[in-house]
């Protein structure tokens, strides 16, 4: 299983080009707030930026908090969505340890799905995806549905 990384943030220069492939090529639409993966100021425009994306966590406290199963957990770490069953009660992003669940105005969440679609759009090679898994918890995850 892949996971999303960011190696060599240090070149990014806040472009959010990811951010818009993000949006774009996995929901469909050109939104800032239809994006998994997004892109902030560390500080100032001296101290360079910071990537909130979903650290893949195993298990998944996004998932285990979803009243539906509209989150449920990856194999391997991270987790799969399933829009039909969302209620938008925004209890995943409240969840997140890392604030990388976000609710679109509607209340509609959007995360990681680490699928690697915003890697080739990035200028710098800040992104890229990066091997990991194989332990026995990754073997007991639910089964994968697309997004």
């Known amino acids: 299983m892949k996971i999303l ?3 060599r943030l ?5 472009c959010h080009s990811c951010s818009l492939a993000c949006a774009r090529l996995v929901h469909g639409r050109l ?11 560390s500080g100032g425009l001296s101290t360079g930026f910071e990537a909130r994306i979903c650290l893949a966590c195993n298990p998944a406290p996004c998932a285990a908090a979803c009243p539906t199963g509209a989150y449920a957990q990856r194999r391997g770490g991270g987790v799969i969505v399933r829009k039909k069953l969302c209620i938008r009660c925004g209890d ?6 890392v604030g990388a669940v976000y609710l ?3 209340g509609e969440p959007f ?3 680490h699928c690697g679609r915003c890697v080739p759009y990035c200028p710098h090679d800040c992104l890229e995806m990066k ?4 332990g026995p918890a ?7 549905e697309a997004a």
């Open 131 to 134: 091997e990991v898994g194989g």
């Open 104 to 106: 679109d105005p509607g």
């Open 111 to 113: 995360v990681c799905l």
């Open 92 to 97: 995943c992003a409240h969840a997140c340890p």
């Open 5 to 7: 990384t960011t190696p």
């Open 138 to 144: 990754d073997k007991a995850a639910a089964p994968e």
């Open 10 to 14: 240090e070149r990014c220069i806040g």
């Open 31 to 41: 939104s800032w707030d239809m994006a998994g993966i997004r892109i902030a100021s």
